[in-house]
């Protein structure tokens, strides 16, 4: 069964990568504590762990499956938990590895027995179990003598291992016969790496491909035409923004250059003629789905002719010139909608230089800050609350992604980072939204609806939060 991707995987780490497309590979060959409902994003079913409490507001105690191996053998419990969380934060290899940023907060784990172990977190977290289904278990010692070793040869619980991986070309996978919840009906998968639309459409048209991720709307009369494939769909909870880098000396800084760029921008329409309608405006990163959602917070209203004034008020009457690099293959839509996005600043003065790269390029820029004073991006937000995206995208700090600083923003973030009480949250998400419109250090776009091609052939249902698993799938 071959599923084909826009973009390659970055690393077989698990640690060290936050990108869906690299995830979802490696959740074929490792597993979580806790799985989340495909249909419900706020429940969560059990995996590696069988049973869960809190015991008060910072510990969380989890019960393990008994019987779990290692692809190499090992036996899974509850030192390997320790370890993961240990590497994953630094304190086994003395670097925090990149997934430790979406673990705010979270002290550590100690081992009460060889199935049991509990997380110590150093203050209330809303976002810990919401991010858990993304934590892959590694095996204790792993990344001890190298901490790359993991990055070509992963080792985990999960039902399929790796057999080869084609760098930006193909990643094989075959399941394990001794897999701990049986074995997969699929016994073999393949991840295609195709980044032009039309190579996957044809692929899928033919046969060679099952499963089609990031479907373009204009794809979709050919699959429904084609006979062999079907168009399924998914609420998104991937929010498309511009990411404007105010850190960096230049109009951008310029709050009202920001607004200005917002309200020249016809987002309505980019949906409604681009999109083919497979897109929501929001105002900031909230959809009317996620935790938080205030409709009192309306989205910047296009207005071109209050644009020109705001951009004349800051000294910019004659616009100015700014480069917006665009990953290619990763997110649907992007080089269309920041191709229109340049036609819309260009109407009020601003020359936008769309810069088209590679994700794995992309990705190591964004990684390390080195970009430029834009870049197109679409973040998956699988915890369905804001706040995690504030603290990657808006809070100040390099912990994140954050191209902006307001130290008040910061401070109602983290109030809302540690606070549990659903009302009271909701209140606080409220306010971030309102400063975040207010200054807009972001040009604020919508949310995607998933799109995927599926052959005939496949029986397989999309999950809400954009992952591709096929322990669970079969074939006709």
Same mark, same amino acid.
Request: charged fraction near 20%; charge should be negative.
């Given at each position: 069964?071959?599923?084909?991707?826009?973009?390659?995987?970055?690393?077989?780490?698990?640690?060290?990568?936050?990108?869906?497309?690299?995830?979802?590979? =490696?959740?074929?060959?490792?597993?979580?504590?806790?799985?989340?409902?495909?249909?419900?994003?706020?429940?969560?079913?059990?995996?590696?762990?069988?049973?869960?409490?809190?015991?008060?507001?910072?510990?969380?105690?989890?019960?393990?499956?008994?019987?779990?191996?290692?692809?190499?053998?090992?036996?899974?419990?509850?030192?390997?938990?320790?370890?993961?969380?240990?590497?994953?934060?630094?304190?086994?290899?003395?670097?925090?590895?990149?997934?430790?940023?979406?673990?705010?907060?979270?002290?550590?784990?100690?081992?009460?027995?060889?199935?049991?172990?509990?997380?110590?977190?150093?203050?209330?977290?809303?976002?810990?179990?919401?991010?858990?289904?993304?934590?892959?278990?590694?095996?204790?010692?792993?990344?001890?003598?190298?901490?790359?070793?993991?990055?070509?040869?992963?080792?985990?619980?999960?039902?399929?291992?790796?057999?080869?991986?084609?760098?930006?070309?193909?990643?094989?996978?075959?399941?394990?016969?001794?897999?701990?919840?049986?074995?997969?009906?699929?016994?073999?998968?393949?991840?295609?790496?195709?980044?032009?639309?039309?190579?996957?459409?044809?692929?899928?048209?033919?046969?060679?491909?099952?499963?089609?991720?990031?479907?373009?709307?204009?794809?979709?009369?050919?699959?429904?035409?084609?006979?062999?494939?079907?168009?399924?769909?998914?609420?998104?909870?991937?929010?498309?923004?511009?990411?404007?880098?105010?850190?960096?000396?230049?109009?951008?800084?310029?709050?009202?250059?920001?607004?200005?760029?917002?309200?020249?921008?016809?987002?309505?329409?980019?949906?409604?003629?681009?999109?083919?309608?497979?897109?929501?405006?929001?105002?900031?990163?909230?959809?009317?789905?996620?935790?938080?959602?205030?409709?009192?917070?309306?989205?910047?209203?296009?207005?071109?002719?209050?644009?020109?004034?705001? =951009?004349?008020?800051?000294?910019?009457?004659?616009?100015?010139?700014?480069?917006?690099?665009?990953?290619?293959?990763?997110?649907?839509?992007?080089?269309?909608?920041?191709?229109?996005?340049?036609?819309?600043?260009?109407?009020?003065?601003?020359?936008?230089?769309?810069?088209?790269?590679?994700?794995?390029?992309?990705?190591?820029?964004?990684?390390?800050?080195?970009?430029?004073?834009?870049?197109?991006?679409?973040?998956?937000?699988?915890?369905?609350?804001?706040?995690?995206?504030?603290?990657?995208?808006?809070?100040?700090?390099?912990?994140?992604?954050?191209?902006?600083?307001?130290?008040?923003?910061?401070?109602?973030?983290?109030?809302?980072?540690?606070?549990?009480?659903?009302?009271?949250?909701?209140?606080?998400?409220?306010?971030?939204?309102?400063?975040?419109?207010?200054?807009?250090?972001?040009?604020?776009?919508?949310?995607?609806?998933?799109?995927?091609?599926?052959?005939?052939?496949?029986?397989?249902?999309?999950?809400?939060?954009?992952?591709?698993?096929?322990?669970?799938?079969?074939?006709?």
């Amino acid at each position: 069964m071959t599923i084909a991707q826009g973009v390659d995987p970055t690393t077989m780490n698990p640690l060290q990568q936050r990108e869906t497309s690299t995830s979802n590979v =490696l959740r074929h060959m490792y597993d979580p504590l806790v799985t989340r409902n495909p249909k419900d994003p706020s429940k969560y079913e059990p995996d590696l762990a069988t049973s869960w409490k809190q015991v008060d507001a910072i510990t969380y105690e989890f019960t393990l499956a008994d019987g779990v191996k290692f692809s190499d053998g090992s036996t899974f419990d509850a030192a390997d938990v320790k370890y993961t969380v240990d590497a994953m934060l630094g304190t086994a290899t003395g670097k925090p590895t990149l997934h430790a940023s979406n673990f705010k907060g979270l002290k550590g784990a100690e081992v009460v027995d060889a199935h049991t172990v509990r997380f110590l977190m150093s203050t209330p977290s809303p976002l810990f179990m919401p991010r858990l289904p993304n934590l892959f278990m590694i095996p204790e010692g792993s990344l001890d003598a190298d901490p790359a070793a993991l990055d070509s040869k992963p080792i985990g619980t999960g039902p399929y291992t790796l057999k080869t991986w084609d760098r930006n070309s193909q990643v094989v996978l075959d399941s394990r016969s001794d897999y701990f919840r049986g074995a997969a009906r699929i016994p073999s998968v393949t991840f295609k790496t195709i980044a032009d639309n039309s190579a996957r459409m044809a692929g899928l048209g033919s046969g060679d491909i099952d499963l089609v991720t990031n479907l373009a709307p204009d794809s979709v009369p050919e699959v429904e035409g084609a006979g062999n494939a079907v168009v399924k769909q998914s609420p998104s909870a991937r929010i498309a923004t511009i990411w404007l880098n105010t850190r960096t000396e230049g109009p951008l800084q310029n709050r009202d250059v920001r607004l200005a760029m917002n309200h020249a921008v016809d987002m309505d329409t980019i949906i409604k003629t681009v999109m083919g309608g497979y897109g929501s405006r929001v105002a900031t990163f909230t959809p009317d789905y996620f935790v938080g959602y205030d409709e009192a917070n309306k989205p910047l209203k296009y207005d071109p002719e209050l644009a020109k004034k705001l =951009l004349a008020d800051a000294g910019y009457a004659d616009g100015f010139s700014m480069e917006m690099m665009v990953p290619a293959g990763r997110y649907p839509f992007a080089e269309q909608v920041s191709q229109a996005i340049q036609s819309n600043l260009a109407e009020v003065g601003i020359k936008v230089k769309l810069n088209i790269v590679e994700f794995g390029v992309f990705a190591d820029a964004t990684n390390s800050g080195n970009v430029p004073e834009s870049y197109y991006a679409a973040y998956g937000n699988s915890t369905f609350n804001p706040i995690a995206e504030y603290l990657l995208a808006a809070r100040t700090g390099k912990s994140g992604y954050s191209l902006y600083s307001d130290p008040s923003l910061d401070a109602l973030i983290d109030q809302a980072a540690v606070t549990v009480d659903p009302t009271q949250q909701d209140a606080l998400i409220s306010q971030v939204e309102k400063k975040l419109l207010a200054d807009a250090p972001f040009l604020y776009l919508y949310s995607q609806v998933d799109l995927y091609g599926v052959s005939q052939r496949l029986v397989w249902e999309p999950s809400v939060d954009e992952s591709v698993y096929m322990y669970d799938a079969e074939t006709k």
